[in-house]
């Protein structure tokens, strides 16, 4: 099952003289670089950039493509992540030449077309979230929650009111109390609960009149839909305060329950997840929020606005609300993932989207049936479009959560999310979307089944069949190979812990 032979870096393969494309001679006068660059603004040394040929270069990447997974090859059951199938015609029509070679700076009188796009798009958000303006500025989902406390302190700021605290469940996406911070709150967490909803006797412990926000994803990070959630959406009402929903868990409820009409006053779309775009090692992604009505003068911007010509035709223009919280990112946002949003959920339709929720929690509770004999499930036989399992049981036996994990890379699985939520001990955490059939979730069920019968000892080593095994992934986070050129390494100090050299 040995598959671990050395991959070469870009860099290795380099050759001097070496071109990927050869340029004619210039035609026109040439001048030199200092005449055209201000010395501030010139490089001290030429990048090192590797000489190759395109040859070397597509072959290095296909190659690279080959060793990994994608949801294209493989099932990828990440809890939270929602890692369904991506249509291609989507891909397709977001290629096509009068969006995608649409210029950032191009007049908005030349692309009407792409700004009715995002127009709709905007209004269809509206329409799902049951909240009434929306940004779709954010490039990610964590830049959406950024994005919505900014708005929130913006609002607060605008009212005179002094808010300081922003409220969030211990099972919440790490991202929640990093982007309320980042925000300038004070962050609070509440203490975990038995039952995996919301602690209301913790949550009103910490409700006071210096609350802004509480931040809750709904259906929760426990894969269930919170029963309380007009309970709690009102004691924080009471005292002033805003709630913020985590998108993260949207593709359990479209088209079935509205953030806004349970109780939410922001939130931010997933857009690569929940309504498909190519992700994953960091991006792209696209995190639109969508706020209540007295929440729209202070959204990032610009937003997308419709108006009138003299002759009745429509205008679409870009404006930046009147209290805006500013810029978060270049342009319009990420538009290949928005373009890709759009045709997705005008493909589906409002039935569309409905059918979609209800096959993703057709295909969790599935599994979950499939598993629960042989993994614990703390919180019940039923859930909503994902469950946490537990390996509790199992290390008793030595097998952790990431033997599991890395064991079902062999068996042709992406592993599910471990160690996540941290509220329940060697959690996995498992989504199968509604993308994927009934076959495949019994042949992963069925791989599980079959790894918990193997010998420990064996298990610890797994994976057997990847170019990678068992890498040191502490020492990666805390020592990160920086360099790839030992001559540049060597002018580091020996004592700086970050440098590290990349070895053949």
């Known amino acids: 099952m040995e598959n671990r032979q050395a991959v070469k870096l870009l860099q290795e393969l380099a050759v001097p003289g070496r071109r990927a494309t050869r340029f004619p001679q210039c035609d026109v006068p040439v001048c030199d670089l200092e005449t055209l ?28 493509s080959q060793r990994n997974m994608s949801v294209d090859t493989h099932f990828y059951p990440l809890g939270s992540c929602t890692m369904k199938y991506n249509p291609k015609r989507h891909e397709r029509w977001a290629n096509m030449s009068g969006l995608i070679d649409v210029h950032p700076w191009t007049d908005q009188a030349d692309m009407q077309g792409l700004l009715g796009i995002l127009y709709e798009l905007q209004e269809m958000l509206a329409e799902i979230a049951g909240l009434p303006a929306v940004s779709l500025h954010p490039a990610a989902g964590a830049q959406g929650e950024f994005a919505a406390l900014l708005t929130a302190a913006a609002y607060f700021e605008a009212k005179g ?33 038995s039952t995996g909803f919301v602690d209301l006797d913790s949550l009103r412990k910490h409700l006071c009149d210096n609350v802004a926000v509480f931040m809750i994803t709904n259906p929760n990070t426990i894969g269930l839909f919170e029963k309380d959630i007009n309970t ?60 209540r009505d007295f929440l729209a003068e202070y959204l990032p911007g610009p937003v997308i606005t419709k108006n009138r010509n003299e002759d009745g035709s429509s205008i679409y223009q870009l404006e930046t609300p009147k209290h805006s919280t500013g810029r978060l990112r270049a342009f319009l946002g990420n538009v290949g993932i928005l373009l890709r949003g759009y045709f997705y959920i005008r493909t589906l339709g409002a039935k569309g989207l409905k059918e979609v929720s209800e096959h993703a929690v057709l295909n969790a509770n599935y599994l979950l ?64 979307t509604e993308t994927e059939s009934k076959e495949t979730l019994d042949q992963y069920a069925a791989a599980i089944k079959k790894i918990l019968q193997e010998d420990p000892e064996f298990l610890h080593e797994a994976p057997y069949s990847t170019p990678v095994s068992r890498p040191d992934e502490v020492k990666a986070a805390r020592n990160p190979i920086l360099a790839w050129c030992p001559c540049e390494v060597a002018d580091q100090s020996a004592d700086s812990p970050e440098v590290a050299t990349v070895s053949g």
């Open 37 to 64: 660059i201000p010395e501030e603004h010139r490089a001290v040394k030429l990048p090192a950039i590797p000489e190759v040929t395109e040859g070397d270069i597509v072959r290095h990447y296909v190659s690279l």
């Open 161 to 193: 009111e002094k808010r300081t605290k922003v409220i969030f469940p211990a099972s919440a996406h790490g991202t929640n109390p990093a982007s309320a911070s980042m925000a300038g709150f004070d962050c609070i967490q509440l203490k975990a609960s």
């Open 232 to 291: 709690i959406t009102k004691m924080v009402h009471d005292v002033g305060g805003l709630v913020y929903i985590d998108g993260a868990n949207m593709n359990a409820i479209l088209g079935k329950a509205r953030p806004g009409d349970f109780g939410g006053d922001m939130m931010h779309y997933n857009i690569h997840k929940t309504f498909t775009g190519p992700h994953g090692a960091g991006g792209p992604g696209a995190g639109p929020i969508a706020v």
């Open 369 to 432: 049936s499939q598993l629960k004999d042989v993994l614990d499930v703390p919180n019940g036989d039923r859930c909503m479009h994902e469950f946490v399992a537990s390996a509790r049981a199992c290390k008793e036996k030595g097998i952790t959560a990431m033997d599991i994990a890395k064991r079902l890379l062999d068996y042709g699985f992406h592993a599910p999310t471990v160690y996540f939520p941290l509220v329940i001990p060697e959690a996995m955490m498992m989504e199968p």
